[in-house]
């Protein structure tokens, strides 16, 4: 059986969508690994950029609570992704675009507050977790402790939400993160080249996890 990747979408699309999305990077990554794509438990409204193209890929999820003033805290949701987590796998990776790079957050960092480190999680356009209190006195306390497992953050530049996506990196240890920036929006990228460099940075750091303890 190949190594398996979790696969988390945005707020307002679903694991089919997201299944298109991330075409381009799921060809090349399906050569070594089985993609799992998986439902948010919330029902929402199409999320940006959704329509009209996914118009009748109903119903629309998203994982969290996370409007302006209503940020959830603590996710009353991450145990159920746990044991998704642990039923479907065992997972090498994790995979998220924009909430569910939030999503993804909150999973590896429980995690590693258990002793467990994946290999990897790429993160695409991610909203960051306690996003309200982004450059607050309470800010410095949220991103501590410091995620140690090896980061992969995708952000274009024309991103809406790149301060934020730029952000998520604080909750991730410098030495063990990467940055990969594209030109484009709040999308998955689309560029042969950049989706061949992640897949190759994404099998590197699968490899070199087999020297985890």
């Not at 998986?38 to 409204?45: E, S």
């Not at 939400?161 to 063990?176: F, N, Q, T």
Request: charged share 25%; proline share 7%.
């Amino acid at each position: 059986m190949p190594p398996k990747i979790l696969c988390l979408h945005g707020s307002g699309t679903s694991a089919a969508i997201f299944n298109i999305q991330a075409i381009r990077l799921s060809r090349i990554l399906k050569k070594q690994f089985e993609l799992v794509f998986i439902d948010g438990f919330i029902d929402t409204g199409p999320g940006p950029g959704v329509l009209p193209f996914f118009e009748g890929m109903e119903p629309y999820k998203r994982w969290l609570t996370d409007t302006v003033g209503q940020e959830e805290r603590p996710w009353s949701d991450l145990e159920r992704l746990v044991e998704i987590f642990n039923r479907k796998g065992p997972f090498v990776g994790v995979i998220g675009f924009s909430q569910g790079a939030k999503a993804a957050t909150h999973l590896i960092r429980w995690l590693e507050e258990r002793g467990q480190q994946l290999g990897f999680v790429a993160l695409f356009g991610g909203t960051v977790p306690f996003r309200l209190k982004v450059n607050t006195e309470e800010w410095p306390e949220l991103i501590k402790p410091t995620i140690i497992t090896r980061s992969i953050h995708v952000i274009g530049d024309d991103d809406p939400w790149r301060a934020e996506s730029e952000a998520l990196m604080d909750h991730y240890d410098k030495p063990s993160r990467s940055l990969i920036r594209f030109k484009g929006g709040h999308h998955m990228p689309v560029d042969a080249d950049i989706n061949e460099k992640l897949a190759e940075l994404i099998v590197k750091y699968h490899k070199e996890s087999d020297d985890f303890p």
